[in-house]
C-alpha cells in the first residue's frame, strides 16, 4: 500500500516538471552540443557567462509568453491569428517548420556519425552510419505511433535523465580547474583562438542562438494550455521553467567543461562534435569517450521528439483543433519528417552545414517573435492589470536588439556556408 502510494506521489510530483522536461529536450540537442564543445575546446571556460547570460534570457521568454497564455488562456499561434494577423502565424508555421526540417537532417546525421565513430572503437570497421539513422528514426517513430502527448513526454523524461546523467558524470571525469570555472562567469570576450578561422563573437552568437529559440517559446504556451494552468498555478509554472532553465544551464556548462579540461589544455580546436570521439579518447580513456557519446546521442533522439511533432502541432494550434496524432494525416506527416533523418548518411551530406541553415533560419524567427509577444503583453485589453511593467519592456528591447545582432551574424555566416 504504502509503496503504491509512493508511486503515485512521485507519478504526480514528476507530471508537473513534463512541461519542462519537454522543453529541456527540445533545447538540448546536438546542435547545442556541438557549439557548447566548441567553445570549451577553443576558449576553455571564458565563455561561461555566455551560457548564463542566454539562460537567463530562455527564462525571461518562457515565462512572459507563459503568463500571456496563464491570463488569457490562448497559445501564441492563436494569439498571433487573432490579434495580430493569420499571416503572421502561418509565417511561424512555415519558418519553424522549414527550421525543423533541416534539424531533422543536421541531427540525425550527426548522431549517426558519432554512433559510428565510436563503434569503430568496439567493431573493427564500425557500422555504417545509415543503419545508426534508421534504427534512431524508427525508434522516435515508434514512440510517437502510441499517440498520447503523456507518453512522449515520459519518455522524453528518460531520455533526458541518461543524456543529463552521462554529461554531468563527464564534468567529474574531465573538469578544468575550478578557478576557470569561477573566472568564466565574468565577462568578457578573448581572442580569436590559435587556428580558429572564427572569432569569438559568432561562437556567443551561435551558443545564444541554440538556447533562446522562437519554437521553445511557442511550443511552451500549448503545453501550459494542455496542462490546464491558470494564473493561480503561476508558481507551478515558473518552478518548472526554473528546472528547465537550470538543466540547460548545467549540461550545456558539463558539455563545455568536458572539452576544456582536455582539449582547449592540450591545443585542440573542434570543428564538429564528431571529433569528440576521437580526439577525447587518448585524452580522457575509453570510458569517458563512450560516456560522452552516449550522452551525444540521447540528445539527439531527445530534441528529435520534438521536431517531428512540430508541424501538426503547430497546425493543430493554429485550427484550435484537438490534438490528435493518432489521426492517419499527422502520422503520414511524422512519417516522411523521421525520413528527413536518413538523408545526410544517404547522400554523404554535412550535417554541420545543415545545421547552420537550420539555426540561422532559427535567429531570422527570433526577432519576430519577441516583437510578437512585445505587442501582445503592452495590450491592456487582453493583459489587463498583468501587462508588462516598464522594467520588463526594457528587457524585451534588449532581447530584440540582441535577436537583431545575432540574426544579421546568421545570414551572414549562411552566405558564407553556400558560397563558400
Given at each position: 500500500?504504502?509503496?503504491?502510494?509512493?508511486?503515485?506521489?512521485?507519478?504526480?510530483?514528476?507530471?508537473?516538471?513534463?512541461?519542462?522536461?519537454?522543453?529541456?529536450?527540445?533545447?538540448?540537442g546536438?546542435?547545442?552540443?556541438?557549439?557548447?564543445?566548441?567553445?570549451?575546446?577553443?576558449?576553455?571556460?571564458?565563455?561561461?557567462?555566455?551560457?548564463?547570460?542566454?539562460?537567463?534570457?530562455t527564462?525571461?521568454?518562457?515565462?512572459?509568453?507563459?503568463?500571456?497564455?496563464?491570463?488569457?488562456?490562448?497559445?501564441?499561434?492563436?494569439?498571433?491569428?487573432?490579434?495580430?494577423?493569420?499571416?503572421i502565424?502561418?509565417?511561424?508555421?512555415?519558418?519553424?517548420?522549414?527550421?525543423?526540417?533541416?534539424?531533422?537532417?543536421?541531427?540525425?546525421?550527426?548522431?549517426a556519425?558519432?554512433?559510428?565513430?565510436w563503434?569503430?572503437?568496439v567493431?573493427?570497421?564500425?557500422?555504417?552510419?545509415?543503419?545508426?539513422?534508421?534504427?534512431?528514426?524508427?525508434?522516435?517513430?515508434?514512440?510517437?505511433?502510441?499517440?498520447?502527448?503523456?507518453?512522449?513526454?515520459?519518455?522524453?523524461?528518460?531520455?533526458?535523465?541518461?543524456?543529463?546523467?552521462?554529461?554531468?558524470?563527464?564534468?567529474?571525469?574531465?573538469?578544468?580547474?575550478?578557478?576557470?570555472?569561477?573566472?568564466?562567469?565574468?565577462?568578457?570576450?578573448p581572442?580569436?583562438?590559435?587556428?580558429?578561422?572564427?572569432?569569438?563573437?559568432?561562437?556567443?552568437?551561435?551558443?545564444?542562438?541554440?538556447?533562446?529559440?522562437?519554437?521553445?517559446?511557442?511550443?511552451?504556451?500549448?503545453?501550459?494550455?494542455?496542462?490546464?494552468?491558470?494564473?493561480?498555478?503561476?508558481?507551478?509554472?515558473?518552478?518548472?521553467?526554473?528546472?528547465?532553465?537550470?538543466?540547460?544551464?548545467?549540461?550545456?556548462?558539463?558539455?563545455?567543461?568536458?572539452?576544456?579540461?582536455?582539449?582547449?589544455?592540450?591545443?585542440?580546436?573542434?570543428?564538429?562534435?564528431?571529433?569528440?570521439?576521437?580526439?577525447?579518447?587518448?585524452?580522457?580513456?575509453?570510458?569517458?569517450?563512450?560516456?560522452?557519446?552516449v550522452?551525444?546521442?540521447?540528445?539527439?533522439?531527445?530534441?528529435?521528439?520534438?521536431?517531428?511533432?512540430?508541424?501538426?502541432?503547430?497546425?493543430?494550434?493554429?485550427?484550435?483543433?484537438?490534438?490528435e496524432?493518432?489521426?492517419?494525416?499527422?502520422?503520414?506527416?511524422?512519417?516522411l519528417?523521421?525520413?528527413?533523418g536518413?538523408?545526410?548518411?544517404?547522400?554523404?551530406?554535412?550535417?554541420?552545414?545543415?545545421?547552420?541553415?537550420?539555426?540561422?533560419?532559427?535567429?531570422?524567427?527570433?526577432?519576430?517573435?519577441?516583437?510578437?509577444?512585445?505587442?501582445?503583453?503592452?495590450?491592456?485589453?487582453?493583459?489587463?492589470?498583468?501587462?508588462?511593467?516598464?522594467?520588463?519592456?526594457?528587457?524585451?528591447?534588449?532581447?530584440?536588439?540582441?535577436?537583431?545582432?545575432?540574426?544579421?551574424?546568421?545570414?551572414?555566416?549562411?552566405?558564407?556556408e553556400?558560397?563558400?
Amino acid at each position: 500500500m504504502m509503496d503504491t502510494t509512493f508511486r503515485q506521489k512521485f507519478a504526480k510530483g514528476l507530471a508537473l516538471f513534463l512541461p519542462g522536461i519537454f522543453l529541456l529536450g527540445f533545447n538540448i540537442g546536438t546542435g547545442s552540443i556541438t557549439t557548447m564543445a566548441k567553445a570549451g575546446a577553443d576558449y576553455g571556460m571564458t565563455l561561461l557567462w555566455t551560457i548564463v547570460a542566454s539562460c537567463l534570457c530562455t527564462f525571461f521568454m518562457i515565462n512572459i509568453y507563459s503568463r500571456y497564455t496563464l491570463v488569457t488562456g490562448e497559445t501564441a499561434l492563436q494569439a498571433f491569428k487573432k490579434h495580430i494577423h493569420p499571416a503572421i502565424g502561418i509565417y511561424f508555421i512555415i519558418a519553424l517548420t522549414l527550421g525543423v526540417a533541416g534539424s531533422v537532417m543536421g541531427v540525425m546525421g550527426i548522431v549517426a556519425e558519432i554512433s559510428s565513430e565510436w563503434s569503430k572503437t568496439v567493431i573493427e570497421g564500425g557500422i555504417a552510419p545509415i543503419w545508426f539513422a534508421a534504427f534512431f528514426s524508427a525508434l522516435v517513430f515508434f514512440i510517437f505511433w502510441n499517440g498520447k502527448t503523456q507518453f512522449f513526454e515520459r519518455s522524453l523524461a528518460v531520455i533526458v535523465a541518461v543524456m543529463a546523467a552521462c554529461f554531468l558524470l563527464n564534468f567529474f571525469l574531465m573538469m578544468p580547474p575550478p578557478g576557470d570555472i569561477i573566472k568564466g562567469l565574468l565577462p568578457s570576450v578573448p581572442d580569436v583562438a590559435p587556428g580558429a578561422t572564427k572569432g569569438p563573437w559568432l561562437v556567443i552568437a551561435g551558443m545564444v542562438g541554440t538556447t533562446v529559440f522562437s519554437g521553445l517559446f511557442i511550443i511552451r504556451t500549448t503545453l501550459v494550455k494542455e496542462a490546464g494552468w491558470s494564473l493561480k498555478d503561476a508558481r507551478t509554472q515558473r518552478n518548472d521553467a526554473i528546472v528547465a532553465v537550470v538543466m540547460m544551464f548545467v549540461i550545456s556548462a558539463a558539455v563545455m567543461a568536458a572539452a576544456a579540461g582536455t582539449l582547449h589544455v592540450e591545443g585542440l580546436g573542434l570543428s564538429k562534435a564528431s571529433q569528440m570521439i576521437t580526439l577525447l579518447e587518448p585524452l580522457a580513456g575509453p570510458f569517458a569517450t563512450a560516456i560522452f557519446a552516449v550522452g551525444i546521442v540521447a540528445a539527439g533522439v531527445s530534441s528529435q521528439f520534438p521536431n517531428v511533432l512540430m508541424l501538426p502541432w503547430l497546425i493543430c494550434d493554429y485550427t484550435e483543433t484537438e490534438r490528435e496524432m493518432t489521426l492517419p494525416k499527422y502520422r503520414i506527416m511524422v512519417f516522411l519528417i523521421s525520413l528527413l533523418g536518413l538523408v545526410v548518411p544517404l547522400f554523404n551530406a554535412r550535417p554541420v552545414a545543415i545545421m547552420v541553415m537550420s539555426q540561422a533560419f532559427g535567429a531570422v524567427i527570433l526577432p519576430i517573435t519577441v516583437g510578437c509577444i512585445f505587442y501582445l503583453a503592452n495590450r491592456k485589453d487582453l493583459m489587463g492589470e498583468h501587462k508588462n511593467s516598464i522594467f520588463s519592456n526594457i528587457i524585451l528591447a534588449a532581447i530584440l536588439l540582441f535577436a537583431l545582432f545575432m540574426s544579421f551574424l546568421a545570414v551572414k555566416g549562411l552566405v558564407l556556408e553556400l558560397t563558400g
